[in-house]
């Protein structure tokens, strides 16, 4: 009897399928990607693995097997023992599902308690036990430790640690590493790997990174539309996929070994900080640092940063999270105020926010007034700049509105009428309001699936290239930074450790932390994921 068995299955939610007649398979031991596009239908069908959708009002149909128990038919009480029991999922966010004023070691304890009626005592000890199993170093100190203690990759051991408390023979995954930067990622991805050739637990990973199937699994099962596109092998769908859409899904995953094929032409990218290559110096820094708290609690988030930007040139700023490169951001925009250190814009020293540099955020939800319609937050910097005349306002939002790809009549929607992908382009649309010469865009794709990262990252090139903007583009992920970049500078515990042209940077780096950076990098090839996982393990024991 295989660990998964899902035949024919159907979500509907009103009138939306969401699931449409799909089957498939897991053995014990064996790991499935689900990959697809944002609304595939993906984490749908990871959450009737466990009947999730029970009491939702949604309506399930066909068969769905989970190690030996009939989801649909099982009562209440089945399922309570197979969840966390038998079956354990692991989720995109884990702030969201952890409790933030208990402990970590308390929550894992409770879990175990619950499923295997252990003592307070023993289940502390499991804990303590699981938390150093996936890592986390001094784990009886640790384990008394609250969620926001931890940092994100931390936190994602945790629930890991969490879902092993009771030896499941599934995990479900879902989205696991979407939000972390490459190296915690690398170690995430390794952790399952090896956690299972340890246990010989089964894995289904839900996730809409190509690259991140690739390092880990057996099988890839391509969802669209809440059907099977394709299924097989790792090595064959993602090597000589047979599906139009597959191929579409793996042309829009950027390559860190691919040079920018958008923007200026690749002569300019060869001349680093020339102003004959792109334009006149727009911005430029001195010696900025920037710190937080005051005495012992002082905490230097970047130290003595310079560096200068083009008129329609794009600089990457790539780092792992902590690096300093979001706070550097801030203080390129205005929102943050230097410790020490000049800004100059337009070679005249600049203090606070001026409205020729603009910043497009990676969180477009938060950053846009859930109660205001779009067009309103749209035309903030319209009003701001003194435009009273209301039809100029609108016309003008309409305008920028469709610049971006969107509809004019858009204007009076709000905010969770819009998916990921039009709610960064609506974040973008605010931005051009203010008529800004400077762009800095802070993780602008790091949420979004492959192909609506392409189509964002297309716009922006798009309108650099018509409005010569020069954008500052900061991310922890290098394959995109590499796709849009001239030049590339790396941060690390807020310092640039190396600058140059990208080409240059990506082939031939200098730094080992940059270096390491890149060998983290998810490999679409799945011999070459497993080379590199070899090494990471070699490097770890040394």
Do not use: W
Request: charged fraction near 25%; aromatic fraction near 4%; include cysteine.
């Amino acid at each position: 009897m295989s660990l998964v068995e899902i035949t024919d299955l159907t979500v509907e939610f009103g009138e939306l399928r969401a699931v449409d007649g799909l089957s498939f398979t897991l053995e014990q031991g064996a790991a499935l990607a689900l990959v697809g596009e944002s609304g595939s239908g993906k984490s749908t069908v990871a959450s009737a693995l466990l009947g999730l959708h029970r009491g939702t009002g949604a309506r399930v149909g066909g068969s769905v097997r989970v190690a030996g128990t009939d989801v649909r038919a099982a009562s209440d009480e089945e399922l309570r023992r197979l969840r966390g029991g038998k079956a354990a999922m692991v989720f995109q966010d884990p702030l969201s599902s952890l409790d933030p004023y208990y402990a970590i070691g308390d929550q894992i304890a409770e879990v175990y308690r619950v499923h295997a009626r252990a003592s307070r005592r023993a289940a502390r000890a499991r804990a303590v036990d699981v938390l150093d199993r996936v890592g986390i170093a001094d784990a009886v100190r640790r384990s008394r430790s609250r969620p926001h203690e931890f940092s994100g990759g931390m936190r994602q051991r945790a629930l890991i640690a969490m879902a092993l408390a009771c030896e499941p023979d599934l995990l479900i995954a879902d989205e696991p590493t979407t939000a972390l930067d490459v190296t915690v990622q690398a170690q995430i991805l390794d952790l399952l790997h090896t956690l299972r050739e340890e246990s010989g637990m089964g894995l289904l990973l839900v996730t809409h990174d190509v690259g991140v199937a690739a390092e880990s699994v057996d099988e890839v099962l391509v969802m669209r539309h809440g059907r099977t596109v394709e299924h097989g092998p790792v090595r064959e769908v993602l090597g000589t996929p047979s599906e139009a859409y597959t191929r579409e899904l793996l042309g829009a995953v950027p390559r860190v070994d691919a040079a920018r094929v958008a923007g200026v032409p690749k002569g300019a990218q060869e001349a680093e900080s020339s102003a004959g290559a792109f334009g006149e110096v727009v911005l430029e820094a001195t010696g900025l640092r920037r710190e937080f708290g005051r005495g012992k609690r002082a905490f230097t988030a970047v130290d003595d940063v310079s560096l200068t930007i083009h008129r329609g040139e794009t600089l990457g700023i790539v780092g792992e999270s902590g690096s300093g490169k979001t706070t550097l951001g801030r203080m390129l925009v205005g929102l943050l105020e230097p410790t020490a250190g000049e800004i100059r814009l337009d070679g005249r020293a600049r203090s606070g926010v001026n409205p020729a540099v603009q910043m497009v955020f990676q969180d477009p939800v938060s950053s846009l007034n859930p109660r205001r319609s779009v067009g309103e937050s749209i035309a903030d910097p319209l009003r701001a700049r003194g435009e009273k005349d209301e039809g100029r306002v609108r016309g003008r939002v309409r305008e920028l509105l469709e610049r971006v790809g969107l509809e004019g009549a858009h204007y009076d929607r709000y905010p969770h009428e819009f998916s990921g992908g039009q709610r960064q382009r609506v974040g973008i649309a605010r931005a051009l309001a203010a008529d800004p010469r400077v762009i800095v865009c802070d993780e602008p794709v790091s949420a979004l699936d492959v192909t609506t990262q392409a189509q964002v990252v297309a716009l922006l090139a798009e309108l650099q290239r018509e409005l010569g903007l020069a954008l500052v583009f900061v991310a922890h992920d290098l394959a995109v930074v590499r796709q849009v970049s001239d030049r590339v500078a790396v941060m690390r515990r807020g310092r640039i450790v190396e600058e140059g042209p990208a080409d240059e940077v990506y082939e031939s780096p200098r730094d080992p932390y940059t270096k390491q950076l890149l060998a983290a990098v998810p490999a679409l090839d799945p011999s070459v994921a497993a080379q590199r996982r070899a090494k990471r393990r070699e490097l770890a024991v040394v």
